[in-house]
C-alpha cells in the first residue's frame, strides 16, 4: 500500500464514523440534538443550541480527520528521512530507522510501567494504530518461489511465483498474539488488594535492601495490614506464570532472529583475529579447564556486576564467531595448505576449536540466565545498526519491546510479592523466587538468578 494508500485508509475510516454518528442523530427527534434543560423553551433558544452543537459537530469532525493523518504523516516523513531532518546524506538505513521508531514507541507508551494497573485508553489506541503503521511494510514481503506451470500446448514450465516470507509469516502472527496477551494481563490489574504510594515504605521507616533505597522517590506498592489474601496471592501468581511463559517465547524470536541477521564486514574485518586474545588470559585458561561445568567456569569468573557480566559475553561472543570462521575456512578449502604429516594436528586442533565453542556458549547462556536484564550483546547491537534487513529489523525490534515490557510487568509483580513478604512472614510468596526477577512462589527453572530492576 502506498502513502496515499494508507491516508485514503484513514480518511475512509473516519468517514464512515461520521456518517454513523449523523444517521445516530437523524433517526432521534430535533429536540433530542438539543439540551434537554433548556429553562424557555423557546424555538430561538432550540435553534441556537442546534446550531452551537453542529459547529462542534464540525469542529471534532475536522480533528477527528486529520489528527491520525498529520501523525501518519509525520512518522513516514521520518522514516524516509532517515531520521535525518536535514533531508541530507546523514539519514540511517530503513531497516534501522523502523527499528528505532518502535523501539521509541514502546519507550513512549510503556516507558518504565511503575505501576501494576490497566494501561490507559489513549496510550492503547496509540500503540495499536501506529504499531499497525510501523508494520505494514511487512504486507508486501514476498519471496520467490520455483513453481510448475502447464501451458496452452500442454507443455510444463517452471515459473518464480511470489509467497510470503517464511520469518514474517512465522513470527509476526505471534508476537501480535503475545502483545494482545500483555495487554489483556494489564487490564486484568483491576480491583486488587494492592495500591501504590509515592515513597510510602521508605517513609514508614521499612528495612529496604540497596537496589530497593535507590528507587525511594518512586510510586512503592502497598499491601493490607497481614498481608494479601490466599484468593489475591493465587491470581498474582497465576498472572506471574503467565507473563513469565510471555517473556520467553518474546526471548526467544527475538535471539532467533538475531542468530539470522548476519554480521556486519565492518566489524568482522575489526575483531581480534584469535579466540585467545578475544577472551584474555584469565577467561581463556577458565575454558580451558578440564570437567568444568558452566555453572564452575561461571563461579570461577567472580562477576562483580551487570558490566563485567555483559563484558564477558561480549568476549565470549566475539571468540566464538572468530573460532566458526576458522572452522567454515576449513571446510570451504580456504585455510592455509598443509602438508600430509599435520593432517592429524589439523583434525586435533579442530576437534579442540568446537569444544571450546561448545564450552563458550554454554557459559554465555549461563551467565545471561543469572543477569537475565542485560543490554544487547556488542555483535547483536552491531547487526541491528548496519542491518538491511527490514523484515529482521522489523521482528527483533517488536519482540524486544514486548520482552522488555513482560519483564517490567514480572518485576513489578515481585515488588508486590516482597511487600507481602514484609506484611506477612509466614506468607507463602516467600518460598520460592521466579528466575531473574525474584517472584516468589515460581521455580527457578534451574538458574541461579539475582533480582535485578529496569
Excluded at 80 to 108: C, F, K, M, Q, Y
Excluded at 160 to 176: E, F, I, S, W, Y
Excluded at 292 to 304: E, N, Q, W
Excluded at 385 to 414: P, W
Aim: glycine content about 6%; charged content about 25%.
Amino acid at each position: 500500500m502506498t502513502y496515499d494508500g494508507l491516508e485514503s485508509c484513514i480518511l475512509n475510516a473516519n468517514n464512515s464514523y461520521e456518517e454513523e454518528s449523523v444517521a445516530g442523530c437523524r433517526s432521534d427527534s430535533p429536540s433530542s440534538c438539543c439540551s434537554s434543560n433548556n429553562p424557555s423553551g423557546s424555538y430561538f433558544s432550540q435553534c441556537s443550541m442546534k446550531k452551537r452543537d453542529e459547529e462542534e459537530l464540525d469542529y471534532l469532525k475536522h480533528a477527528v480527520k486529520f489528527s491520525d493523518v498529520d501523525v501518519m504523516k509525520e512518522k513516514f516523513a521520518k522514516l524516509l528521512l532517515g531520521e535525518d531532518t536535514t533531508g541530507g546524506r546523514n539519514g540511517v538505513s530503513p531497516a534501522l530507522a523502523l527499528s528505532n521508531a518502535i523501539t521509541n514507541l514502546a519507550g513512549i507508551v510503556f516507558g518504565e510501567l511503575w505501576k501494576l494497573e490497566p494501561l490507559p485508553e489513549e496510550k492503547k489506541i496509540k500503540w495499536r494504530t501506529e504499531m499497525d503503521w510501523l508494520l505494514s511494510p511487512t504486507n508486501y514481503m514476498v519471496q520467490l518461489v520455483p513453481a510448475k506451470q502447464c501451458g496452452p500446448d500442454g507443455r510444463t514450465f517452471e515459473i518464480m511465483t511470489p509467497k510470503a516470507r517464511g520469518d514474517v509469516h512465522l513470527n509476526l502472527p505471534a508476537l501480535q498474539k503475545l502483545d494482545s496477551m500483555l495487554l489483556e494481563t494489564l487490564d486484568s490489574m483491576t480491583e486488587t488488594e494492592f495500591w501504590y504510594e509515592e515513597g510510602g515504605s521508605r517513609a514508614e521507616g521499612r528495612s529496604r535492601n540497596l537496589t530497593q533505597s535507590k528507587r525511594w522517590w518512586l510510586p512503592t506498592p502497598q499491601v493490607p495490614f497481614g498481608g494479601l489474601s490466599d484468593a489475591q496471592r493465587k491470581k498474582l501468581l497465576n498472572q506471574a506464570k503467565f507473563v513469565l511463559q510471555i517473556f520467553k517465547a518474546a526471548k526467544s524470536i527475538n535471539e532467533a532472529i538475531l542468530l539470522e541477521m548476519p554480521l556486519p564486514k565492518i566489524i568482522s574485518d575489526v575483531l581480534p583475529k584469535s579466540g585467545k586474545e578475544s577472551l584474555g588470559e584469565d577467561l581463556y585458561r577458565i575454558l580451558n579447564r578440564a570437567s568444568s561445568s558452566a555453572c564452575d567456569m561461571l563461579d570461577s569468573l567472580s562477576l562483580k556486576s551487570e558490566n563485567s557480566a555483559l563484558d564477558a559475553i561480549n568476549r565470549l561472543e566475539a571468540a566464538i564467531h572468530v573460532w566458526k570462521d576458522k572452522i567454515e575456512e576449513h571446510d570451504s578449502g580456504k585455510s592455509p595448505a598443509r602438508t600430509s604429516w599435520s593432517c592429524k594436528d589439523t583434525v586435533s586442533e579442530l576437534d579442540k576449536t568446537e569444544l571450546l565453542i561448545t564450552r563458550a556458549e554454554s557459559l554465555s547462556r549461563e551467565i545471561q540466565k543469572r543477569y537475565p536484564d542485560l543490554p544487547h550483546k556488542f555483535l547483536d547491537a552491531m547487526k541491528i545498526q548496519y542491518g538491511k534487513d527490514v523484515a529482521h529489523a522489523i521482528i527483533e525490534a517488536y519482540s524486544r519491546a514486548l520482552g522488555n515490557l513482560a519483564f517490567c510487568m514480572l518485576t513489578r509483580i515481585g515488588d508486590i510479592s516482597q511487600e507481602d513478604v514484609l506484611s506477612d512472614p509466614n506468607s507463602p510468596m516467600a518460598t520460592n523466587s521466579n528466575s531473574g526477577v525474584n517472584i516468589p512462589c515460581i521455580s527457578r527453572s534451574n538458574t541461579k538468578a539475582k533480582h535485578t530492576n529496569l
